[in-house]
């Protein structure tokens, strides 16, 4: 394998890759969480509380959604609440043009908004697209089958895994793709922009013509020793 398709496929640092799989298998965790523990609830306590054990734990993954912006942008040297403003703006824009409902914007929309972020955020630090599509590919899946006021909210647990699986290859390979390509393509100008940089610090200084006056003046003047 070649250094330029490791660094496609695995990264430029394994230790910045294993740490992104590490915030993609806890993200996974999270997401999985909105399925077995209202399932949990309703059988072992109160099926009553199942669909607000729904509610809590969707609102779990996306707080570890925003979690996972934030340590991701660390790695990556980005300053992580760039990012979060600018999902913020779009996710008000589709709340002001009325386009989903609120409870959708914030339980569908702004998640699927935050793991495209995210993938973009870990092209930009490592690239590794084995990397920048797992933290959209599983949490996608596990989070879709029972997310609240997502697609498959409401049928039965094949049927919803049918639809979750669908959603998640369909999403990666659009957002997540696109949020990939768009991070490598920041991290190759920002590369670029710094060799170019570096390149012109190496070049030997030029003569300012504006400092060659007090130069010359404050060269002794050979001239009138010579008179003397």
Do not use: H
């Amino acid at each position: 394998m070649t250094e330029s398709v490791r660094r496609f496929v695995v990264g430029r640092d394994r230790t910045v890759t294993r740490r992104i799989l590490l915030v993609s298998a806890a993200l996974c965790v999270a997401a999985f969480g909105t399925l077995a523990v209202p399932t949990i609830w309703a059988e072992y306590r109160s099926p009553a509380g199942a669909e607000a054990m729904q509610l809590a734990t969707a609102t779990g993954f996306v707080i570890s959604v925003f979690a996972s912006i934030y340590v991701v942008s660390k790695t990556g040297g980005v300053n992580p609440y760039v990012p979060t403003a600018a999902v913020f703006v779009v996710a008000t824009s589709y709340g002001v043009t009325g386009l989903v409902s609120g409870p959708q914007l914030l339980f569908f929309v702004g998640p699927s908004i935050l793991l495209g972020v995210l993938a973009a955020l870990s092209a930009y630090a490592n690239d590794g697209a084995l990397a920048s599509l797992s933290v959209v590919f599983f949490p996608v899946f596990g989070y879709m089958i029972n997310a609240p006021y997502g697609i498959a909210d409401g049928l039965s647990l094949l049927n919803g895994l049918r639809f979750a699986l669908i959603f998640s290859i369909l999403f990666t390979f659009s957002i997540g793709i696109a949020g990939f390509l768009i991070g490598a393509s920041i991290r190759r100008v920002v590369d670029y922009a710094d060799l170019f940089t570096i390149e012109e610090l190496r070049e030997p200084d030029e003569l300012d013509p504006e400092k060659l006056p007090d130069e010359l003046s404050a060269q002794p003047d050979s001239t009138t020793g010579s008179d003397e």
